[in-house]
């Protein structure tokens, strides 16, 4: 029984609601969409550019659905042949630093020059999108509109491990769909540049100037993981500082050890918002795949990162496995217990778990 | 049958050799050198601080022997709720920056002041010795020979976890054995530091100066762990570099983030040589402890650093029963041939071989 109330929401009670769509064609929208498109027919689609299928694709390689991923692990067989020949960079910088705005006048850029961007996302905190540039896509309101730009906000997940998995397979897809420049955005505040860093060639930090604390916020370590350090929103009267800033970092920079693709990281400013100096970031990035494509690093940095995801993968899986296992589970918090009260050592305790584990 | 040959060598043939010890003596000295003490024998005398007793039970815990590892396991609980009582001091720094001549005067300085010092070393190569400080004893003339200093090179061993797991149940005995400071020496050339940086209180950083290139070879990262960097062999007409040196370390440690511990690390110049600046060195690490304790920081490390142990303890052996396992061996081969020629992905990889593990 509904309980009745006063109000005119319910003036229309008892009156059948329009039918501003026929049964008929609202059935075949629901079939439609429930329908799920053979593995070939993906393939084909998706080889041919298609972002519908490719968009229905990352879908499936996101869903927690067996079968979901089962067929899209058949995709990406499938896919792998045309992959690999786009470029992929890395993109992070703490929320403020302008990067949506940064990446829209990026990835303009790109398309004006006739390149195909992919913009893809890793961040774990996504489900509650925290601050989020993709989970906002309005704030690339010119991007999303370009034919020549795919947009994707961050897969969902609370495992960092998860979510990048997702993303890197992604990115095989939008290659395979002809993506030339593939663009990953990780916000700076997390472990998530490490993995970002482990499947891109080219890792570009966004930075604002700033006296003193200007890496205040930024995990340690992302410095020396950075190809390039842009210092965004370098405008107006802004500019005078950024260069300060530029000379500062390029300081510091110099005080790092040599990476291993003999790459000496470069400090560069630019105002995302004012368009300036992002055709030098393009040329800066050119001129890096070019060496490292010479040398012969840059295959064997995509390589190492294949492997590297390999053995990471099996790694988290084995840990998983134990981890999540309820006979460890109480075990785990007792030995947890006796460490703090110093009555074993991490090696008693491991052993004692190991134990457990194959009885 | 022995070949004989015409040199002044078998002169003696046939001559017995002379008795300079008895052959009772020498029977006496055979057996007890292969008989181990009882567990309550080793506990009692490490307790008393018996450096022979805590030496022969750091050997159990370097012994691949099982029957020795049991026994070293046995030890190490009994020897538990006497330990903990020491800070634990890491010192790192590359080969050339001076660092046996520092903790010499260090571990000095030290023991002069009524300390009780035991310095170990983990040093993954050391069983090669390429310039483990420790595998030379005799660079520490002087230390080596005050009996309130306890001297051990580093476990040999070719994984770095295993070495940091018997250093580090090594220092619990050193602590049991009333040792109230110990010292982790490590080599500044690899993965070490990091093993080192989580078994210690403070960690210090030994430097050179020196233009531009000065932290050559130095892993990335280390500058970031340190609690303190030392510039070394700040001396005679170096002491004005010295501090052109520190003073460029400071502004690049202040790029940093602070430290979770709250304490700003201190660049200091010293000259283990002439033992100049050792006094305020001993005076920093103290005012850390002081602070650390205090906020309640010391405790947290030391349950995080164990938590730590425990977790990567484990993991370690998860992996290694894994990736030694011989179902896995060529299959693991042929997949990562496979990822090179781009006909695969690292998680469709990982899931063939985790198959095979449970096949």
Redesign the interface.
């Known amino acids: 029984m509904t309980k009745r109330r006063p109000t005119a929401l319910h003036e229309k009670d008892g009156v059948s609601p329009p039918e501003t769509t026929s049964q008929k064609a609202a059935k075949n929208i629901k079939v439609n969409r429930g329908k799920i498109p053979s593995v070939d027919d993906f393939v084909t689609h998706i080889l041919k550019g298609d972002i519908t299928f490719l968009s229905r694709a990352i879908t499936l390689i996101e869903s927690t659905n067996v079968k979901h991923q089962e067929k899209a692990?058949k995709i990406?067989?499938q896919c792998?042949?045309f992959?690999?020949n786009a470029i992929r960079i890395g993109i992070t910088g703490v929320p403020g630093v302008g990067k949506s705005t940064f990446i829209e006048a990026f990835g303009k850029h790109l398309t004006q020059k006739g390149k195909k961007v992919a913009v893809l996302a890793v961040d774990p905190s996504s489900s509650i999108n925290k601050g989020s540039v993709l989970g906002d896509k309005t704030r690339m309101e010119e991007l999303v509109t370009d034919k020549n730009a795919f947009i994707r906000p961050s897969p969902s997940g609370t495992s960092l491990g998860g979510v990048a998995?997702k993303t890197?397979?992604s990115i095989?897809l939008c290659e395979a769909a002809g993506f030339d420049t593939i663009i990953i955005e990780t916000v700076g505040v997390g472990q998530s540049e490490t993995a970002v860093h482990s499947m891109v060639d080219f890792f570009l930090l966004l930075k604002l100037f700033g006296a003193?604390d200007?890496?205040?916020?930024?995990k340690?370590?992302i410095?020396?993981m950075a190809d390039a350090i842009v210092i965004n929103k370098a405008d107006g009267e802004n500019v005078k500082k950024a260069k300060i800033a530029k000379t500062?970092f390029n300081?510091?920079l110099?005080?790092?050890?040599?990476k291993e693709s003999g790459w000496q990281p470069k400090v560069l400013i630019a105002s995302a918002l004012q368009n300036t100096g992002i055709d030098k970031i393009h040329d800066l990035i050119q001129e890096y795949i070019a060496l490292a494509q010479e040398s012969g690093y840059f295959d064997k940095k995509r390589?190492d990162q294949?492997?590297?995801?390999?053995i990471s993968?099996?790694?988290q899986?084995?840990?998983d496995a134990?981890f999540q296992n309820k006979k460890i589970e109480k075990p785990l918090e007792e030995?947890?217990k006796k460490?703090?009260s110093?009555?074993?050592?991490?090696?008693?305790?491991?052993?004692k778990?190991?134990n457990l584990k194959d009885e």
């Open positions: 692990n990406l067989e792998l042949p992959a690999h998995q890197k397979e095989i003193g200007e890496l205040q916020g930024i340690r370590g410095i020396e500062e300081r510091a110099h005080l790092y050890p040599p390589n294949n492997t590297h995801w390999l993968t099996i790694n899986q084995l840990k134990f030995e947890i460490l703090k110093g009555t074993t050592t991490p090696f008693l305790s491991a052993k778990l190991m």
